[in-house]
């Protein structure tokens, strides 16, 4: 069976396409994304503008085509922090629904955590120990602590790197007291994360949004290699911290001609690469890893099983 999925986030939409049957085979024929931005200009009055808001309609049409042209037999779409805190997320509901006949499922924060577990465990099968689950979203960021091939604790917080930026209003290049600021609000933020891994230590981060995805492909365009192939990718500490330093003293015009980095992560990039380094140093992680495989290859593990029905 073809099945296309779409994960309507804040700053993207991703659409995935995947041929597979009950017995666990399944083959990835399209994996795609673009950007739309839902949250540009900072959600006024708590709602997507116009212009997001339109640009994020004919996103998900044009995927609705593309699912069509590829024979898919079922479209499954999800929606994610834009979409649930808005209040015109309805209203975006409804005309989708009105255009393409399919509804959108907007996911509370602990329903999109347990996708990306499942999507991160169809990458990875089992680590064999502990590991913390980060996915960086633009409205929200999800953690996942997860063990013994089952998730121990998860949580989604109001700390997305679009709605970060709107709310600390960051300079170009960011100041060193614009980072304390940043790294003083994680720290009160995320207690309740520091205190579910203090009951649950781990030792492995994996990362599973497009900014571990850009941080690979820089940090290998940098050293002349190819852009990540495969579902799963290492950081080596050392290349991660250098690039981490370039990007603290970057301008967005540098940004701009980085290697490695799509153009609608120029403005978020810096931001999620202090969050990321923050958890590391303030969790005593060593290993780091990104799992391309996220919410929409959970929702597709899901389907496989037959737990979402046809």
């Not at 602590?145 to 290049?173: H, M, N, T, Y």
């Amino acid at each position: 069976m073809i099945a296309a999925i779409i994960d309507c986030g804040t700053n993207t939409f991703n659409l995935l396409i995947a041929d597979f049957n009950v017995h666990g085979d399944y083959k990835i024929l399209l994996n795609t994304k673009k950007s739309v931005k839902l949250a540009e200009g900072g959600l006024p009055q708590n709602k997507i503008a116009p212009k997001p808001f339109d640009r994020g309609i004919k996103t998900f049409t044009e995927f609705t085509k593309t699912a069509k042209k590829y024979k898919a037999e079922v479209i499954q779409a999800f929606g994610t922090s834009a979409l649930r805190s808005s209040l015109n997320g309805p209203d975006f509901v409804k005309k989708v629904m009105e255009k393409t006949g399919i509804m959108i499922q907007v996911l509370n924060g602990d329903t999109e955590a347990q996708y990306i577990y499942k999507g991160v465990n169809l990458a990875l099968e089992d680590t064999g120990k502990p590991v913390l689950i980060m996915d960086i979203g633009g409205g929200s960021t999800e953690f996942i602590i997860a063990k013994d091939k089952q998730v121990a604790w998860k949580r989604s917080f109001d700390l997305g790197a679009a709605k970060l930026i709107e709310d600390f209003g960051l300079s170009d290049p960011i100041t060193q007291e614009e980072e304390k600021k940043l790294k003083d609000h994680f720290r009160e933020t995320l207690i309740p994360l520091s205190s579910h891994l203090k009951k649950n230590p781990v030792d492995t981060l994996i990362g599973c949004s497009g900014s571990f995805e850009s941080l690979a492909d820089m940090i290998n365009a940098d050293k002349g290699e190819n852009p990540p192939q495969a579902n799963f990718y290492t950081f080596d500490n050392g290349d991660f911290k250098r690039m981490h330093q370039i990007l603290l003293e970057s301008t967005e015009q540098e940004r701009r001609e980085m290697p490695g980095l799509v153009e609608y992560r120029v403005d978020t990039i810096v931001l999620a690469s202090i969050f990321i380094r923050y958890v590391k140093k303030r969790f005593k992680i060593e290993e780091m890893s990104y799992s391309s495989f996220a919410l929409k290859e959970g929702v597709l593990a899901d389907l496989i099983s037959g737990k979402i029905a046809l």
